[in-house]
């Protein structure tokens, strides 16, 4: 089965009471037991929702996964990752991370005795430096917020495999539509599906994917206990979302390259990244993990003026100024100020967030339109 006719079927079966072919919203709290221990598979609708629990399928599908969780947030997921790991163990990271990512990291499972390593995974020779026996995990993501690096999966997980790490990619950025890192030997995918997957800026939701069965029962011993789950509600507006997922990848990929070719010949440009252009680093990894490249462009000024950055995500009138990314409307923000304000200051430019990066989430208005819109707001 193909991505468009999974992401519209798989895990999901027609309503058994009335024939409904949308999954209903299962708005219940708890369920009615025949008898102490005799239900229907649903006992509270923190352990388990119908509505929930056939996104989770679904989300599984398209991943190409066996098991699917949902929570209440993308933060809420790592959160259910790092809960696996006990104190005293090591996370090897990107230095290039996503702000809430790092925030969750330093300030939350630091201080309980989990050692976090922040290396420039574009050479893997940097993973081995600070891999070890206390190595548990390896957090990747790729394309990376917001300096849109690309990381060799497969490269990343021969060195887990080889050092018994677990590894969890982001895939937040690229979704299942581009890229799917079980495949290429990742343990757990996680989604913010709050981006792409909801796809309409209405819903705040997480995910993890995995294949291994002692990895599932983790997973969903520790989505139980610690109760972060997603709602009815919002599981339907994703399922809803995910429907039209390959559609919508398609317009923010085609708007995504025509504004980064338009970006990286305009006079007040410095620096574009976006990984479909030949002279991005890891260029042909990108090309051989991913089915296209997306539509987050960041991009910096010449003279690096944050004045200039901050006129520019104040002028535009498409382009709306707010955080998050991946609806069908665009989006501009300012990464040092605004998502990637949590990391210091000397941490964010070590990676490229400098004071005039400017980060865009392409939606799938008109090219042109958008094109015009970002020529208007420039200095």
């Not at 947030?73 to 090897?92: F, Q, R, T």
């Not at 887990?160 to 969890?168: D, I, R």
């Not at 290429?184 to 309409?200: E, F, Q, R």
């Not at 006079?267 to 890891?282: I, L, Q, R």
Request: glycine share 8%; charged share 20%.
């Amino acid at each position: 089965m193909k991505f468009g006719t999974k992401a519209i079927h798989a895990g999901l079966q027609p309503d058994s009471a009335t024939g409904a072919i949308m999954t209903p919203i299962y708005q219940t709290s708890t369920y009615i037991q025949d008898g102490i221990g005799n239900h229907k598979g649903f006992e509270y609708s923190r352990t388990g929702n119908p509505t929930r629990n056939a996104l989770e399928s679904n989300l599984a599908a398209i991943e190409n996964g066996k098991y699917g969780a949902c929570f209440g947030s993308g933060l809420a997921a790592i959160d259910c990752v790092i809960k696996m790991l006990n104190p005293g163990d090591e996370v090897i990271s990107t230095n290039d991370l996503y702000g809430g990512s790092y925030r969750i990291f330093k300030t939350i499972f630091e201080k309980y005795g989990i050692k976090f390593h922040f290396v420039d995974m574009l050479d893997i020779q940097n993973i081995i430096d600070v891999v070890n026996e206390r190595t548990k995990l390896i957090w990747v993501e790729t394309p990376t917020n917001p300096m849109m690096n690309i990381i060799d999966i497969e490269a990343v997980s021969n060195i887990a495999k080889s050092n018994n790490a677990m590894l969890a990619v982001d895939n937040t950025f690229a979704t299942p539509y581009l890229q799917n890192p079980l495949d290429l030997g990742a343990d757990i995918v996680m989604h913010s599906v709050t981006k792409y997957l909801g796809g309409h800026s209405d819903v705040v939701m997480g995910a993890l994917v995995c294949n291994d069965d002692k990895l599932a029962e983790e997973m969903y011993r520790i989505q139980n206990s610690s109760g972060a789950v997603t709602a009815p509600m919002d599981s339907f507006l994703v399922l809803r979302g995910i429907k039209t997922l390959h559609v919508r990848l398609q317009r923010h990929c085609e708007n995504g390259e025509k504004i980064a070719r338009w970006l990286v010949n305009h006079s007040k440009v410095d620096k574009v990244y976006w990984p479909g252009f030949e002279s991005h680093t890891n260029h042909e990894v990108a090309k051989r993990q991913m089915r296209g490249f997306g539509g987050m462009i960041s991009f910096t000024l010449k003279g690096n003026e944050i004045e200039d950055a901050k006129q520019i995500v104040k002028n535009t009138q498409l382009f709306a100024l707010a955080e998050s990314l991946g609806g069908v409307e665009s989006l501009i923000g300012h990464p040092a100020t605004m998502t990637h304000a949590s990391i210091p200051r000397e941490e964010r430019e070590k990676s490229g967030v400098v004071d005039s990066l400017i980060r865009l989430s392409v939606g799938i208005e008109d090219a042109d339109d958008l094109i015009s819109d970002l020529d208007k707001a420039m200095p």
